[in-house]
């Protein structure tokens, strides 16, 4: 009984106190920064509480129907998000590609290993193994899964950063739990991101982006 009030506590403070708290110091460093020492934090908890192994992390053990059903997934969305641009905020069309070609291709090659991969570790691998025991293995780890990624957005002062992410969020979580592999979900992860400041929706997600 101690542990699972141990492990409810160390929850609440990790995924909504420290969000709260970089959001309530609108003077802290970037968020993103913030990324490694909590991955040194959660690589230590899980190897002490699991039998985490690091080749789990590169685990990739995804069917042909699922590429293909993700594949059609990526492309609707891709539609969706730039025909919401193009008819609601068309001024911001492109809006970083437009202003920083350069800036946006390094966005491609850096955000997916950088940001997604960790993000992924942080809210799929590490939520599934660190609290099975007061999150089955069922919806409630999809929904804390959504919940837990989309605060952590409130650090971008902006409700669309977190009502997207929480619709990402319970769609990279089910992904994980179909397939169990970090790695798959981050490229999903990493292309969804590609694809957002690609369309014009970055500012949601970089506070003073230079667009």
């Not at 909504?16 to 460093?29: K, M, R, V």
């Not at 969305?77 to 202003?99: C, H, I, K, Q, S």
């Not at 390094?106 to 609290?131: D, H, K, M, N």
């Not at 397939?179 to 690609?198: A, E, K, P």
């Amino acid at each position: 009984m101690k542990g699972r009030i141990y492990l409810v506590i160390e929850f609440v403070l990790l995924f909504f106190g420290i969000p709260t708290w970089i959001y309530l110091d609108q003077d802290f460093i970037h968020p993103i920064i913030i990324i490694l020492p909590v991955l040194v934090l959660i690589f230590f908890l899980l190897r002490r509480s699991s039998d985490f192994e690091w080749r789990e992390l590169i685990r990739w053990q995804v069917s042909r129907r699922i590429l293909f059903g993700n594949s059609i997934i990526i492309l609707l969305a891709a539609l969706l998000m730039l025909g919401y641009v193009y008819f609601f905020d068309r001024e911001n069309l492109f809006n970083l590609p437009r202003a920083n070609i350069w800036l946006y291709l390094a966005l491609c090659l850096f955000y997916p290993v950088f940001s997604a991969f960790g993000q992924e570790i942080i809210y799929r691998t590490f939520l599934s193994r660190r609290y099975s025991i007061i999150l089955p293995k069922g919806w409630q780890f999809v929904l804390a899964s959504a919940l837990t990624f989309s605060f952590m957005h409130i650090v971008y002062y902006d409700p669309v950063s977190m009502i997207l992410t929480f619709i990402g969020g319970l769609y990279f979580a089910r992904v994980y739990q179909q397939t169990r592999s970090v790695l798959f979900t981050s490229v999903l992860h990493g292309i969804f991101g590609i694809m957002i400041f690609g369309v014009g929706l970055g500012q949601y997600f970089w506070l003073d982006i230079p667009i």
